[in-house]
């Protein structure tokens, strides 16, 4: 399979309509009431925000995070993985697996579409996906947590043997 690039970047400028979603399969972890008392560890301070020039932006970043969390940035993102996976040729990732890894786990998830991706790809594994904002919808083999990954990590990578970080930088 050979892919164009032009033709690629030009559907993402100039995308088709997109048609309103009538069959909303999945569940959404979000629900503001009830997050805070469910999570011990969860303070209420992550449900801030700060707008600022228009945007939305995760408080409890304090500046540390540049990209917005609102809608824009998260279509945004939803289109960097299509991208990624048109230029891997339709494969979620490079790593040739024989089986289902039990354990996945994908640091700063976003919209945690990559998540829900290889959980579908593959049903055997238990896909954990972890960002600041709560913002990911749920499937039956994938859970979202929230941290900070620049704190010290209130979970156990050496329980997650494979871990994805694509496009993965040192600050």
Same mark, same amino acid.
């Given at each position: 399979?050979?892919?164009?690039?032009?033709? =690629?970047?030009?559907?993402? %400028?100039?995308?088709?309509?997109?048609? $309103?979603?009538?069959?909303? #399969?999945?569940?959404?972890?979000?629900?503001?009431?009830?997050?805070?008392? &469910?999570?011990? &560890?969860?303070?209420?301070?992550?449900? +801030?925000?700060?707008?600022?020039?228009?945007?939305?932006?995760?408080?409890?970043?304090?500046?540390?995070? !540049?990209?917005?969390?609102?809608?824009?940035?998260?279509?945004?993102?939803?289109?960097?993985?299509? %991208?990624?996976?048109?230029?891997?040729?339709?494969?979620?990732?490079?790593?040739? %697996?024989?089986?289902?890894?039990?354990?996945?786990?994908?640091?700063?998830? #976003?919209?945690?579409?990559?998540?829900?991706?290889? #959980?579908?790809?593959?049903?055997?594994?238990?896909?954990?996906?972890?960002? %600041?904002?709560?913002?990911?919808?749920?499937?039956?083999?994938?859970? !979202? +947590?929230?941290?900070?990954?620049?704190?010290?990590?209130? !979970?156990?990578? $050496?329980?997650?043997? &494979?871990?994805?970080?694509?496009?993965? =930088?040192?600050?």
């Amino acid at each position: 399979m050979t892919t164009n690039i032009p033709d =690629i970047l030009a559907n993402i %400028l100039n995308p088709a309509p997109i048609e $309103a979603e009538t069959n909303l #399969g999945a569940t959404s972890d979000w629900d503001e009431e009830s997050i805070a008392s &469910s999570t011990q &560890s969860l303070t209420e301070s992550i449900l +801030e925000h700060v707008y600022e020039n228009g945007r939305r932006y995760h408080r409890k970043s304090k500046g540390q995070y !540049f990209f917005p969390t609102d809608d824009a940035e998260m279509n945004r993102l939803d289109m960097m993985h299509h %991208l990624h996976l048109e230029l891997l040729g339709g494969n979620i990732t490079m790593t040739r %697996l024989d089986e289902d890894p039990p354990n996945v786990l994908d640091c700063g998830c #976003g919209t945690g579409i990559w998540a829900l991706d290889f #959980g579908d790809v593959h049903p055997g594994s238990v896909v954990t996906g972890i960002d %600041l904002a709560p913002i990911q919808p749920t499937a039956p083999n994938v859970k !979202f +947590e929230l941290d900070d990954l620049e704190k010290e990590w209130t !979970f156990k990578p $050496a329980s997650t043997p &494979s871990t994805p970080l694509p496009l993965a =930088i040192k600050n």
